[in-house]
């Protein structure tokens, strides 16, 4: 959905009064739902699970270093005095660090699974058919060179930054807040409700650089010919140009659908995993 609307020619974005092409109508929207049953009308039930294989690597290499490296940050950088908190703004740079260092491992995984996800709306003669994410990785690195492997790092990046402050940081913030005011007890019910809280802000914060993330990664570029985006700023320029500003937050309510349950999942489970070390 993020790619729903993309000009095909780019470059026209930033001269709207050209004579040299008659404007299009504009496609009609689909929702998350009309989306997905043309997927599976389409592609059958298995093109829902593109590139899962990338999905769970990226996971692996991106969540684990920065969910990590967080809790690592906080150990060192919290307050003894003040019963072991952290300030917030200590809290968010805490996340944009791990975020950022975990991003950047995570990304050749990202880039795979961008493409795996969006090979389906190509047309068959322009499709990478990739069989799996280390097929995907090989075949950029033999074809593209490895640097292939962060194209649109500095957004991969700067979006996990984003995401883990805001996500951890968030997480945290409300989760104090609803023990120092007595709302509720540490436990299941806390967690839940201050990672659904921590989940919606993720999600506002981090949909337009993902929409911006996507469609640079996932922009073919031609041997020889300019490619459709010079970089993040001129795709989110041309973006809003040619669709409006609420372009960036396009596929939003698939974002928070995902964001939201991923969001409670982890939080509860790290809790609980916590909890059970702690009796070790």
């Not at 294989?53 to 990590?68: I, P």
């Not at 991003?103 to 990478?128: I, Y």
């Not at 140009?241 to 939080?267: C, D, H, N, S, W």
Request: charged residues 15%; contains cysteine; hydrophobic residues 40%.
């Amino acid at each position: 959905m993020q790619l729903q609307g993309e000009t095909t020619q780019p470059a026209l974005a930033l001269h709207s009064t050209s004579t040299h092409a008659p404007p299009h109508p504009p496609a009609p929207k689909a929702g998350p739902i009309a989306v997905g049953i043309k997927l599976v009308q389409q592609e059958g039930v298995v093109a829902l699970y593109s590139g899962v294989s990338a999905t769970v690597l990226r996971q692996l290499l991106y969540s684990t270093t920065r969910m990590g490296l967080y809790d690592m940050f906080k150990n060192k950088w919290s307050d003894p005095n003040a019963g072991g908190s952290m300030s917030l703004s200590r809290k968010i740079a805490a996340g944009l660090i791990a975020g950022g260092i975990g991003a950047a491992v995570g990304n050749p995984a990202d880039v795979a699974m961008v493409r795996m996800q969006a090979d389906g709306r190509l047309p068959p003669a322009q499709r990478r058919n990739y069989n799996s994410v280390l097929d995907a990785i090989t075949r950029m690195v033999k074809n593209e060179g490895v640097t292939s492997l962060w194209r649109g790092s500095s957004l991969t990046v700067n979006r996990a930054m984003l995401v883990t402050a805001s996500q951890l940081a968030s997480y945290d913030e409300f989760k104090e807040m609803i023990l120092k005011k007595g709302l509720m007890r540490d436990g299941l019910g806390t967690h839940v409700t201050a990672s659904f809280a921590a989940g919606f802000v993720a999600s506002v914060t981090s949909n337009p650089v993902d929409v911006i993330k996507t469609r640079v990664m996932n922009m073919k570029v031609e041997p020889g010919a300019e490619p459709p985006y010079s970089g993040a700023l001129d795709c989110a320029m041309k973006t809003v140009r040619a669709e409006g500003p609420m372009a960036l937050y396009k596929g939003f309510i698939p974002t928070i659908t995902r964001q939201g349950p991923f969001t409670v999942v982890l939080f509860v489970t790290l809790e609980q995993v916590r909890k059970l070390l702690k009796n070790f």
